[in-house]
C-alpha cells in the first residue's frame, strides 16, 4: 500500500490488519514502523523491486492532491510527475514483479464537475483541473499497461471522502456547525454525493478480492445525494444542535464569492456533483455498511 500515512491509508491499514487480511505491507518514503518499506521519493526513478517481492496486490494511495495556494508556473507538470508518471512505474515495475491486482484510487473530478445529471463509469471523462487531468492520464496509461501485461487494474473515482480526522473544507463546515454561526446556505437546491470513509475502505478491500473487479472502474457513494442544506442539517443532528441556515439567493453567494476570490469554493457548495454508483452495486454485490447519518455519526464523535 502507497499513501498510508494519509487519511484513507491509515484507515485502510487498521482496517485490513483488524481483519488479517494476510500481511499488509506499507510503503513510504521512509520507514516509520517495523515492516515498513522505504523507497525514498516517488517519482518516475522510484526503485520498487524489493518492496513488490512476493506482493499479489498494491492499492495506490499516494498522490499529489490539490494545493490551495499554488506558485508553481506549471502546477500540472508537478501533478503529472506524481500522480501519472510516478504511478506508471510502480505499475509497470509491478507487472514484471508478478503483482496480480492493482487498485488505483483516482477521483471523480476526472467525470467532470458541475452538471445536474449523476455520472456513470460509462460517460466520457472530462476533467477540468490540473489534478483531474493527471488522474485521467494515469488511469489511460494503466490500461494500456494492463493490456500488455495482464495486471489486473481496478480504477476507483470517489467523490469527497469524510470521516473521523476529515481535514480542509469538511472540517471547517463542521466546526462552524458546531459553533452555532448561521450560514447563508439556506435557498441552495443542488445533489451532491459524499463517500464516508468506512465505506470507501470496505469498497477497497472488496475490489482486492473480487474476481469480478479486474479491469473495472467503479463510481462510489454513501448511496444517495445530499443537498447542502440537508448535509448542515444532518451535521446539525449528529451533533444535538439546531443547524442555523439563512436563505441567501444563490446568485448573491456567487457574486460574493467572486468578489472574495472565493469563486471556485462557493462553486463546491452550490454546484452539483451526483454519481450512480450502481455499477460496483451490481457487478460486486457491494452495498455501503454505514449510512451517511452513521457516518456523520462517527466523524463527529472524533472532533
Not at 18 to 47: F, H, P, Q
Not at 136 to 160: D, H, N, Y
Not at 208 to 214: D, I, K, Q, R, T
Request: charged fraction near 20%; proline fraction near 6%.
Amino acid at each position: 500500500m502507497t499513501g498510508a500515512s494519509g487519511f484513507v491509508g491509515r484507515a485502510l491499514c487498521e482496517d485490513l490488519e483488524a481483519n488479517a487480511y494476510g500481511t499488509v505491507r506499507v510503503l513510504r518514503r521512509g520507514a516509520r514502523r517495523a515492516g515498513d518499506v522505504a523507497v525514498g521519493e516517488i517519482d518516475a526513478a522510484t526503485d520498487w523491486r524489493a518492496a513488490l517481492a512476493g506482493c499479489d496486490a498494491i492499492v495506490h494511495l499516494a498522490a499529489r492532491v490539490h494545493v490551495m495556494d499554488e506558485i508553481s508556473d506549471d502546477p500540472l507538470a508537478l501533478y503529472r510527475a506524481t500522480n501519472t508518471v510516478a504511478t506508471l512505474n510502480l505499475a509497470r515495475q509491478a507487472a514484471q514483479a508478478g503483482v496480480k491486482r492493482f487498485v488505483f484510487v483516482s477521483s471523480v473530478k476526472v467525470n467532470g464537475e458541475g452538471r445536474d445529471a449523476p455520472y456513470r463509469e460509462t460517460d466520457p471523462p472530462a476533467p477540468e483541473d490540473d489534478y483531474a487531468i493527471s488522474k485521467w492520464e494515469a488511469e489511460q496509461g494503466l490500461q494500456q499497461i494492463a493490456r500488455e501485461t495482464g495486471l489486473e487494474v481496478v480504477v476507483l473515482r470517489p467523490p469527497l471522502v469524510y470521516g473521523p480526522g476529515v481535514k480542509a473544507n469538511f472540517r471547517h463546515l463542521l466546526d462552524t456547525v458546531a459553533r452555532g454561526w448561521p450560514l447563508p446556505l439556506g435557498a441552495i437546491r443542488n445533489r451532491r454525493s459524499l463517500l464516508y470513509l468506512g465505506n470507501f475502505v470496505d469498497a477497497i478491500r472488496i475490489c482486492l478480492e473480487h474476481p469480478a473487479a479486474a479491469g473495472q472502474t467503479f463510481l462510489l457513494d454513501d448511496g444517495r445525494p445530499v443537498s447542502t442544506p440537508e448535509l448542515v442539517r444532518a451535521i446539525g443532528r449528529a451533533m444535538g444542535r439546531p443547524a442555523r441556515l439563512l436563505p441567501v439567493p444563490v446568485g448573491v453567494l456567487a457574486f460574493a464569492g467572486a468578489l472574495l476570490g472565493k469563486r471556485a469554493a462557493v462553486a463546491r457548495l452550490t454546484g452539483s456533483l451526483h454519481v450512480d454508483s450502481a455499477a460496483i452495486r451490481a457487478r460486486l454485490g457491494w452495498t455501503p455498511p454505514y449510512t451517511m447519518e452513521a457516518g456523520l455519526a462517527a466523524t463527529v464523535a472524533a472532533r
